[in-house]
């Protein structure tokens, strides 16, 4: 099998790469013996411990076996997912009764549900709607189907980094997001964000500390409703050039604000497009879309915990893209947060909230200002939770703020910033 693949490659990682691209593409098999150390070495002209480390990758990675004299090959069930889908489990040879499959009797499931393992996987015709959708990808992206933005954050983070690697992200930014770097042993680095999406100096900054990845949010950015502009993805494209890229979009059609992504141009990227803001959380489904080796790692992976996402919410979201208008939702987010906005800035205080479900106000003081806010009857999260480095502020939530409330939060907004100010000078 080998001999029909050259592995190639300058560094170990380089040469793991080439070995996983192989698997990949199905050319090296299961089963598939790697040349001994030695002979890869000489073949490309680099070191045995350049070889070695490139196999003790493949290995800590689960994608090789080494056995003694048996050297080292590739593992029964790498956790890869090919490029071309093959059929699970092992072929079975033409005129045998196929009695191996450890399948239930599809026969006998519900209508509803009549998906054996072997069937199980991203649906064909949701990803080529998600292709349709997502054009402005390079035509070589993969495509696969995940539990939710924050399950395909999970898993690409886990695909490329290791505990004590640094990643970039949005400061305000999302609080479940840290909590999940912070449990991947992962070192959070701010990149301060404004209305057009993290700022260029912030993140030459991060990428200057020795970040590994950044996360980003399309549109409808939380805490503060930024939107990537134009002027701000192509900056941010000219300078995210080695780094892993991660986008999330997860408010995709409720934004109101075209996307125009940072991702596609680095060797590792991933876009994740989630259905919980404009169909519902419930669905916990979501397109992850990557460079080839991104998706392969993230699918074969799934395959050993979840599988896959259950078809019948793939067919959901599906029949949803296809017959839900989210226009009246999208309207009614985008008025009822312009009007908070347009309320508060009209009593002088200042509001952040370009896209989304969020109005971010910058406060002197959080808990003053969330303790007044109370008082008067109004819960509003304190902005420390979604903060590193950047000044204090509180989060207002208008998914659901009815025109008739606007005026009196906005006074009461208003009211509790100012009293806090007031103290201050007298002290
Ligand atoms: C920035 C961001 N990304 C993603 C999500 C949603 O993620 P999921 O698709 O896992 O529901 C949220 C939900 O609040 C969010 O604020």
New binding site residues.
Partial sequence: MVAQYRITGESATAIAASIEAGVREGVLIPGSALPPVRALAEQLDKSPATVSAAYAELKRRGIVVTSGRNGTRVRERPPIAQTTRMARGTPIRPGLRDLATGQPDASLLPEVSKVRYADGGPQPELIAAAKRRLRALPDETGYTIV?????GLDRVLMAHLRPGDKVGVEDPG?S??MDLLAAQGLSVVPMPVDDEGPAVEGVKSALAQGIRAVIV?AR???PTGAAVSVARAAALRTILKDVLVIE?D?AAELAGVPWHPIVGDTPHWAF?R????PYG?DL?C?VLAGDQETVSRVEGRMRLTSGWVSTLLQRALLDLWENFDVVPARRAYDTRRQALIAALRERGVDAHGKTGINVWVPVPDETATVTALRDQGYAVAPGHIFRIASPPAIRITTADLQPSEVDALADAVAAACQNRLRTMVSR
Avoid: E, F, I, Y
């Fill in positions: 539990n939710g933005a924050l399950d999302w479940v997001c949010t409808a950015q939380n999330d997860h994740v989630s259905a919980s803001k959380p916990r979501a």
